[in-house]
């Protein structure tokens, strides 16, 4: 299979639960687990720290609060422009990263939008973040100034209960869960969590996950939210080579699963409702490529044919039709996220199919890092548009338009 990077600058005249994961992944957890605390060095914490996002060097006072320069939607239009804020003072147990890139995720224009709620604006999106760590606090050991990070879907739990301290921060049972963006926190000058479409980001060390030098940031951004939202699922249901493997909707999230379930031996046939998508379809090594009609009379001859199926679409849509796609004991599982949160499926159908369905949020910080590893490792890289901070508006309109070929990557220098 391909999988070739695109590189893509837009011209502005022309913008368009871990016990069921396998032994294989418990040990790479704990192998990588020893190599980090052999790389945990560290002398003593500056009062001061060299922010080098840009060609001047900045001094800042860890001690004060961060200012940091992004772009923010300021109500429910989904248009967004530029904005100064700050971010808390770097904390005994954070990180400060200069940001390089950070790409753009459905779930933001859905969160900024109010699809999924009222928000609170200012509020700068991003959750797939890449850059170069600027400062420590004087607790940390995962992480050194100079070295590579990434962060993605969270930046904060409890760090006591069961889930948080079995890799599952994301299902925190205290619910103190503090995703990237958005969500109230006194920590916060603004009183929410702010994103990573932004110059730089203060967050907990234990919520970044490190960059291998093997792969590049712009490449590595994706993979910390599409990357781990598909990859989860796609090993909790311990594919085995040869199986067939549904992808419905071929986006940023799609377009990741298909080339994972291809690494891993999966026989994939990828589901689209864009003609124009095929041809890339086909070099990412999938089966077969449907192009869905309104009706879903095409999909009849796939009826009880697959074994898994993995659905990335983030809008309302007849479900029915690519659940009967799948054997009777097949699973489908549910990673995109619509307006209001909510799908309609006929149960008599679900009934008649005998199909296992359930949904899947993303994953926990050691499966994060894995995947950001597999994919170095492994070369699989995500199909990206990089573009400068004063084309996300644009990108966004692609990106609810179908036309985006597949993550566009902001270069946070140009924030």
């Not at 005249?13 to 980090?36: A, L, Y």
């Not at 950001?372 to 966004?396: F, L, M, R, T």
Request: glycine share 10%; charged share 25%.
């Amino acid at each position: 299979m391909s999988n070739t990077i695109t590189y893509k600058r837009l011209d502005m005249k022309t913008q368009d639960n871990q016990e069921n994961k396998g032994q294989s992944r418990r040990n790479f957890i704990k192998q990588s687990g020893t190599v980090g605390a052999g790389m945990m060095l560290m002398g003593s914490v500056p009062l001061f720290a060299n922010s080098k996002n840009s060609e001047e060097k900045e001094i800042i006072d860890m001690s004060k609060n961060i200012k940091t320069k992004g772009y923010a939607a300021k109500d429910e239009s989904g248009k967004l422009s530029p904005w100064e804020f700050e971010r808390r003072p770097v904390g005994d147990d954070d990180i400060l990263i200069d940001i390089k890139f950070a790409s753009i995720c459905h779930s933001d224009i859905h969160q900024e939008k109010g699809h999924w709620g009222k928000q609170q604006y200012p509020q700068v999106p991003g959750h797939e973040i890449v850059g170069v760590v600027a400062a420590v606090g004087k607790n940390v050991t995962k992480f050194k100034v100079g070295d590579r990070a990434g962060v993605g879907c969270m930046v904060d739990s409890c760090m006591e209960c069961d889930s948080c301290t079995h890799g599952e921060e994301h299902f925190c049972e205290r619910g103190q869960t503090l995703f990237t963006y958005g969500n109230k926190t006194e920590a916060e000058p603004t009183g929410i969590s702010q994103g990573g479409y932004s110059d730089k980001i203060v967050v907990r060390d234990h919520f970044a996950v490190h960059i291998p030098e093997h792969i590049s940031f712009q490449e590595a951004a994706p993979l910390l939210c599409a990357g781990i939202t598909t990859y989860s699922p796609l090993m909790d249901a311990q594919l085995k080579v040869g199986e067939k493997v549904g992808v419905a909707g071929i986006g940023g999230l799609g377009h990741m699963a298909v080339k994972l379930a291809v690494s891993k031996g999966a026989e994939v046939y990828a589901f689209t409702t864009t003609a124009d998508k095929v041809e890339d379809i086909k070099s990412w090594g999938v089966k077969e490529v449907i192009v869905v009609d309104e009706q879903f009379k095409n999909m009849q001859a796939y009826a009880k044919t697959l074994d898994y199926m993995i659905c990335t679409i983030p809008y309302q849509f007849n479900v029915t039709p690519y659940i009967m796609c799948l054997k009777p004991g097949g699973t489908f599982t549910f990673v995109g996220m619509p307006e209001g949160s909510e799908i309609t499926i006929n149960n008599l159908m679900l009934a008649f199919a005998r199909v296992n369905f359930n949904a899947s949020l993303i994953g926990g910080i050691p499966e994060t890092q894995e995947v950001v590893h597999y994919c170095a490792d492994n070369g699989i890289k995500p199909s990206i548009e990089i573009i400068d901070a004063n084309q996300i508006n644009n990108a966004w309109d692609k990106v609810v338009n179908k036309e985006a070929r597949y993550r566009y990557v902001i270069d946070a220098s140009t924030f």
